[in-house]
């Protein structure tokens, strides 16, 4: 998972923990963050900018606020080595945030995407998952990229990589299915393709199956995003690596 959408997760996670906790009784519900990193070499090396908007009641000033989440909420959410004097924290830019939630926004146009993704990192059809069943491509695919590219990296084929396949209304196969290893695969990325397509079934029905999304499991996907948990993987089955051995195989026939 790419570091910027893992610690504006713990920072929403931290949040939510102290507001439930009752460690200040200002705290409300609604709440976003968004942190910026820096990247030499696809490595992080720190952290540019941190931007964290938290309703809360009006009895609370913004510098006691402000003061508040700084310490309590990200720095004991990001290690110090990350963060360095030149960091910039923007909370709550916009000043006071008393009306929060349905109140304040409502609508239903599909949950946000690249948050409930790679926060911008990979590429995106543009299909909201939250709200669709699984024999929708635009949920049940994403989580067999996820899959595939989890196993991938797993079978040591890759370190990095991004998949990528296309549908077409009413046809059950993959118009296409590309993979990119962004240079740090083990063999060419058309032999790991190869390998992904005699392994995997990319037909909606047989990923609903393989990944046994018929199940009442989607509660572990309202907050913090859809992928990177790894705590339940009989629940969240697109997190697995047990195809790596297979595509080992598959890539050196």
Partial sequence: MPAPIIFAHRIG????????????????????????????????????????????????????????????????????????????????????????????????????????????????????????????????AAYMGRYVAKNIVAAGLADRVEIQFAYAIGHPDPVSVYVNSFGTGRIADERITKAVQEVFSFKPADIVSSLNLLRPIYSKSTNYGHFGKTDDLESITWEKTDKAEALKQAASS
């Fill in 13 to 140: 996670r931290k949040l939510t923990g102290i507001r439930k906790d009752k460690v200040v009784d200002w705290l409300r519900p609604d709440a976003k963050s968004q942190v910026s990193v820096l990247y030499e070499n696809q490595k992080p090396v720190r952290i540019t900018n941190v931007v964290v908007s938290t309703q809360h009641t009006d009895q609370v000033d913004h510098a006691t606020l402000k003061e508040f989440i700084i310490n309590e909420v990200i720095k004991k959410s990001i290690s110090d080595e990350l963060l360095d004097e030149k960091a910039e924290y923007l909370v709550n830019p916009t000043g006071r945030f008393i009306i929060g939630g349905p109140q304040g926004d409502a609508g239903l146009t599909g949950r946000k995407i690249i948050v409930d993704t790679y926060g911008g990192m990979g590429r995106h059809g543009g299909g909201a998952f939250s709200g669709k069943d699984p024999s929708k491509v635009d949920r049940c």
